[in-house]
């Protein structure tokens, strides 16, 4: 067996960053505030200066408890609940439909685009009813859905678009951040994202100074800056916490430098894996972010025995669309072909930017030996 390369290893961006993040820590210890404090602010304004740097500007942001929290959020500042039908996609992190579920609205999927498996613009027109509120593209793996035709579509049939985001921070679309194009979008800082806290977190962002006003005011109960413990509304409790925001504005400052070398490695893998693993691809006027880097491999059950014999770890995203789970079985949609095909096909290689030259390099002997036929 050759170097061992695990499918996720979070130590060494904590190992590399780890003098950054012990004075980060250590301020909002001395600090002597702990949730919603200065740190959160701090990382709200830098984190929405990140996302409008590429033209989508200027966006306010509102820190949450995790990435489920900002499109339930973001949904509730929409007016979406009962009754009211959200399209997306059923290939995506059951989160994008739970959010969908928990304001009591209906998750209505539709099918992808095979290429980048994200939302299909097609599908998207023939799924609106005369119920549908709002869509919700995912940037699945990191690629920026079709945004362009989504909008208007969207906007003909006065639909609102929430953007997750939370596989696909700092990718972009014709040159501007996503997250940026629709009514609000949200990001998820669960640990193993691009942008990953050392815990749950999440943001919401938006220009829409009413929406934005919303998020923040169901964030805590309804209650407003200058009238604590009075609901001006019905809210809930998804607070960033300090600790949280300290390290995320710590890791914040290597995002794009994490991005480019994780396009660096799809780069590597891109030009040396062998021709029985259908890649991912970039489309034009879209930067990928690899979140994940999803390849398609016929016989894939052999395929990944094969590389876990070599110690390279592997994973599926995700091994049941979201309207096959038992849970969302309820909502009764009919057969996707192109998601389900997807799901029977799709392995998720070692992607993150603490992989050594030598381990990628690992990564595409084992995948190479791995196709020959036996
Ligand atoms: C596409 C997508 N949407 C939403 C979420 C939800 O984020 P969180 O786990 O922070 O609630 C995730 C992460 O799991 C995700 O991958």
New binding site residues.
């Given amino acids: 067996m050759g170097q061992p390369v695990p499918f996720m290893d979070l130590l060494g961006q904590v190992t590399a960053l780890r003098a950054e993040i012990d004075t980060a820590i250590a301020r909002t210890l001395d600090s002597g505030w702990y949730v919603l404090g200065r740190e959160v602010a701090a990382f709200e304004a830098e984190f929405a200066d990140y996302v409008a740097a590429r033209g989508g500007g200027p966006v306010t942001c509102v820190g949450v408890n ?6 339930v959020l973001a949904l509730w500042a929409c007016d979406i609940g009962p009754g009211d039908e959200v399209i997306t996609v059923a290939h ?2 059951v ?2 439909a739970a ?1 969908i579920a928990l304001r009591g609205a209906t998750p209505v999927f539709v099918d992808i685009d095979p290429r980048t498996y994200t939302l299909d613009p097609a599908q998207l027109a023939a799924g609106i009813t005369p119920r549908t509120k709002a869509v919700i593209p ?3 793996y990191g690629h920026p859905a079709d945004l362009a035709p989504i909008l208007t579509i969207a906007q003909e049939a006065g639909l609102r678009v929430i953007e ?1 985001c ?2 696909a921070h700092g990718a972009t679309y014709a040159g501007q951040h996503v997250g940026t194009f629709g009514d609000l979008g ?1 990001f ?3 640990p193993t ?1 691009n942008l990953g806290a050392l815990g ?3 943001a919401v962002i938006g220009r829409d100074a009413r929406l934005m006003a919303r998020v923040r005011l169901h964030r805590e109960y309804g209650w407003t800056p200058q009238a604590r413990y009075v609901s001006q509304s019905q809210g809930m409790n998804s607070r960033l916490d300090e600790l949280q925001a300290a390290i995320l504005r710590v890791k914040l400052m290597h995002l794009d430098a994490w991005n480019a070398r994780r396009r660096a490695i799809a780069a590597s893998y891109a030009a040396h894996l062998p021709a029985g693993i259908t890649l991912p691809v970039e489309l034009p006027g879209c930067t990928h972010v690899y ?1 994940l880097y999803v390849g398609r491999v016929a016989r894939r059950d052999e395929f990944r025995a094969r590389l876990q014999e070599a110690g390279i770890g592997t994973a599926i995203h995700y091994p049941v669309p979201i309207h096959r789970q038992p849970g969302y079985a309820r909502f009764g949609t009919g057969p996707l072909p192109v998601t389900e095909q997807a799901a029977a096909e799709i392995v998720s290689l070692p992607m993150h930017p603490f992989l050594s030259q030598a381990q990628v390099e690992a990564v595409i002997a084992a995948a190479q030996s791995a196709l020959v036929p036996a």
């Fill in positions: 995790s990435g489920t929290d900002a499109l995506s992190a989160a994008t959010a995912v940037h699945l997750d939370a596989q949200c998820s800082f669960y994202k749950d977190g999440g979140h």
